[in-house]
């Protein structure tokens, strides 16, 4: 992982197809993989042109992954909230090497967990989610990368968020104070159980959202976005 912090200035293109790969498998080793694959295929171009090539890769992949609902909160459920809570005080830490200061294994524990709840959604509705909440895409368009229809596209819409909000509403202490899983007191037990995914080709990010959140959509505006380490995103890009 560089030990650089992001730059202030928004994803670019590749930055953001490597998201919706990493969102859509919750492997990020596999994403990167699978985005060299389709950019060796697509060539250059905007968000939108080099798009379709990757989907084709990443949603046979989720379909061959797909795993019941139940089973992924439950593995969730086990492996963030069973056992002691260990509350860790804000500022540097020791853990694994003294450049990684807590805000950026906290950012990167939040990363992997809301991906980690987002896995339970059915392929379709990830990827619905993934383009409109996450990568921030303009409705027509993932209605029109999607093939629905819109009054089809509302439906699906109403069931991710319906079905993402009754697992995360009660749980995440970015939705409510009093709720039970709370990061800090959380991400001993989340780095203890190698959960935690801080790949060595992102650029890590220390700005952690310690707030609360009125709704989703604020929730995962907040989360700093997946960004490349400079050397593979020049690779990528040359």
């Known amino acids: 992982m560089s030990t650089s912090l992001i730059a202030a200035e928004p994803p670019g293109d590749i930055d953001r197809l490597y998201a919706y790969a990493a969102w859509m498998l919750g492997d990020r080793a596999l994403a990167l993989a699978a985005l060299r694959v389709a950019i060796a295929s697509s060539g250059s171009g905007p968000l939108l042109a080099r798009l379709p090539a ?15 609902p139940v089973r992924v909160r439950a593995r969730l459920d086990d492996t963030l909230r069973l056992g002691t809570s260990l509350s860790m ?3 540097p830490t020791a853990l694994r090497s003294g450049v990684r200061r807590l805000p950026v294994l906290l950012t990167g524990f939040m990363q992997t967990c809301l991906i980690a ?7 379709a509705q990830r990827e619905a989610f ?3 909440v996450v990568l921030d895409l303009p409705e027509a368009d993932v209605i029109a990368l999607q093939g629905e ?10 069931r991710m968020m319906r079905s993402l909000g009754d697992y995360i509403g009660p749980r ?23 959960f935690v995914q801080l790949p060595e080709h992102e650029t ?8 609360v959140f009125s709704d989703l959509r ?21």
């Not at 709840?117 to 392929?123: G, K």
């Not at 229809?149 to 109403?158: A, C, H, L, Q």
């Not at 104070?177 to 037990?189: E, I, T, Y």
């Not at 604020?218 to 040359?238: M, N, Y």
């Open 54 to 68: 990757l989907r084709t890769s990443i949603l046979a992949q989720a379909a061959r992954r797909k795993q019941s």
């Open 204 to 211: 890590p990010s220390e700005v952690y959202e310690s707030g």
């Open 172 to 194: 995440c202490g970015h939705l409510h104070v009093k709720n039970p899983c709370q990061c800090p007191n959380r991400l001993q037990g989340a780095l203890d159980q190698n």
């Open 130 to 132: 993934v383009l409109l």
């Open 149 to 158: 229809k819109i009054k089809g596209f509302s439906s699906v819409k109403s």
């Open 117 to 123: 709840a987002v896995q339970a959604l059915p392929p």
């Open 218 to 238: 604020q929730l995962f505006a907040a989360l700093p976005p997946l960004r490349l380490a400079a050397a593979v995103r020049g690779s990528l890009e040359g």
């Open 89 to 91: 005080k804000m500022g």
